[in-house]
């Protein structure tokens, strides 16, 4: 299973060009090249005409699904096409350190370690054998190695 998300931004001054190409292309290699069943590959992008937009919200929507979704064996992929940002981390005791976080369509941003604890916190695919890619590093491997 996969969630690709694409953001272009479009018509704001952070405005990208070739995110959602680039969804598209992942989309294409993961069931062409990878076997991926094509219902099984949720696109999410911030093209005019989208029926479900990119935000903050759902992007975690659709990674909970993704998650919930898994069986043993299943591999699970996340990937993302926008901007990126840092801020400064949560984490008790690390006060000058940073952590990564992507920017939503509506600027709403998701960070890493919110998802390393929605994974952990549901059991996710690590308990039931399946495992998380990401190419971007942005989420941890899950599963047994």
Sequence with gaps: MAVLVGCNYHNTRNELHGCINDVLTMRETLVTRFGFQL????????EPGSLVMPTGANIKKALDRM???AE????LFFHYSGHGTKIPSVKPHHPFSQDEAIVPCDFNLITAPFYRYRL?????PYTKGSKLHNPLGFL???GPH
């Design 72 to 75: 043993p064996g299943d591999v």
């Design 39 to 46: 219902s099984h590959v949720e696109l999410l992008t911030d």
């Design 67 to 69: 998650v919930d979704q």
């Design 120 to 124: 952990q916190a549901a059991g996710g």
């Design 140 to 142: 941890p491997q899950w």
